[in-house]
T-cell receptor
Framework: GDSVTQMEGPVTLSEEAFLTINCTYT??????LFWYVQYPGEGLQLLLK?????DKGSNKGFEATYRKETTSFHLEKGSVQVSDSAVYFC???????????????FGKGTTLSVSS | DTGVSQDPRHKITKRGQNVTFRCDPI?????LYWYRQTLGQGPEFLTY????????KSRLLSDRFSAERPKGSFSTLEIQRTEQGDSAMYLC?????????FGQGTRLTVV
């Protein structure tokens, strides 16, 4: 079945450091790929998404590129801030707009801790 | 604020008791999902509704779990005869199109 594997944390960085969180996936079809973020005490929020190969999702300085050839969707940010400290989840869904069902499948999450 | 609300936010119950959680998505969310998240893990899919019809259930959803979405609006998730292994965060998500909007979850502790 479909699955998502992301690098284990915690990832500890100093402010303004470069961030990469690796994510690879296994899927039978052509999934959409997502990064969700969970700040302490809050619910999951969509950070960015990409719906087809070579698409780049971006938001709040974070970027991820859908790489079909390597089945990857690595999250990057050039300069992290203390406020970026959170748990980051990579996820996929094979939902097409015309299809019913198909839930998001999540990785285990990577905790990012940024210190000043 | 995603517009998806869940109630209660926290629930402590004794083993063997029944509990019920509620999720209120926004009206545009014709699709509604329930997930379970345990410590150190990503959310795992439990069940899915398209409007009022329950279309998909995970193998994680044992016979003690039941979910409803009357009239295609709010949804409830009931757990009967709770066990300590049911302790987790229960998340609800509403979806229209490709994006899912999550509530803040209900944290269940079974003692």
């Amino acid at each position: 079945g479909d699955s998502v594997t992301q690098m284990e944390g915690p990832v500890t960085l100093s402010e303004e450091a470069f961030l990469t969180i690796n994510c690879t996936y296994t899927a039978t079809g052509y999934p959409s790929l997502f990064w969700y973020v969970q700040y302490p005490g809050e619910g999951l929020q969509l950070l960015l998404k990409a719906t087809k190969a070579d698409d780049k999702g971006s938001n709040k300085g974070f970027e991820a590129t859908y790489r079909k050839e390597t089945t990857s969707f690595h999250l990057e940010k050039g300069s992290v801030q203390v406020s970026d400290s959170a748990v980051y989840f990579c996820a996929l869904s094979e939902l097409g707009l015309s299809q019913a069902g198909t839930a998001l499948i999540f990785g285990k999450g990577t905790t990012l801790s940024v210190s000043s | 604020d995603t517009g998806v609300s869940q109630d209660p936010r926290h629930k402590i119950t004794k083993r063997g008791q029944n509990v019920t959680f509620r999720c209120d998505p926004i009206s545009e969310h014709n699709r509604l999902y329930w997930y379970r998240q345990t410590l150190g893990q990503g959310p795992e899919f439990l069940t899915y509704f398209q409007n009022e019809a329950q279309l998909e259930k995970s193998r994680l959803l044992s016979d003690r779990f039941s979910a409803e979405r009357p009239k295609g609006s709010f949804s409830t998730l009931e757990i009967q005869r709770t066990e300590q292994g049911d302790s987790a965060m229960y998340l609800c998500a509403g979806r229209s199109g490709t994006e899912a909007f999550f509530g803040q979850g209900t944290r269940l502790t079974v003692v």
